[in-house]
């Protein structure tokens, strides 16, 4: 089992920051990657980005290359998404997720651990 806690959610104003954390904990050993998710209301769960962990491979979702970054500290069990520049459309439930299969997928359903969310707000 693994267990995930988000943290670092909020309101912030367009153009502005906000860094997301995730606390792994548990049966770390067998996680291969980690996921960060998005959900807004009256859409589907997207993919943000993912990292493997032993690696720290990478992989954005286009709309958020170049203001994203996915990050892990294997020390401390966590994963991070720290954001830049935000938009209004970025508003949405963030969940991180955690996979135990290679390779990491963009689909939700190949993820086998997740956390509550944290609720990010982009007023414009």
């Known amino acids: 089992q693994v267990q995930l806690v988000e943290s670092g959610g909020g309101l912030v104003q367009a153009g502005g920051s906000l860094r997301l954390s995730c606390a792994v904990s548990?049966?770390?050993?067998?996680?291969?990657?980690m996921g960060w998710f998005r959900q807004a209301p009256g859409k589907e769960r997207e993919i943000v980005a993912t990292i493997t962990w032993r690696n720290a491979r990478t992989y954005y979702v286009d709309s958020v290359k170049d203001r994203f970054t996915i990050s892990r500290d294997l020390a401390k069990n966590m994963v991070d998404l720290q954001m830049h520049s935000l938009k209004p459309e970025d508003t949405a439930v963030y969940y991180c997720a955690a996979g135990s299969r290679p390779p990491l997928s963009m689909a939700p359903s190949s993820y086998d651990y997740w956390g509550q969310g944290t609720q990010v707000t982009v007023s414009s």
């Open positions: 548990g049966s770390t050993f067998s996680t291969y990657g």
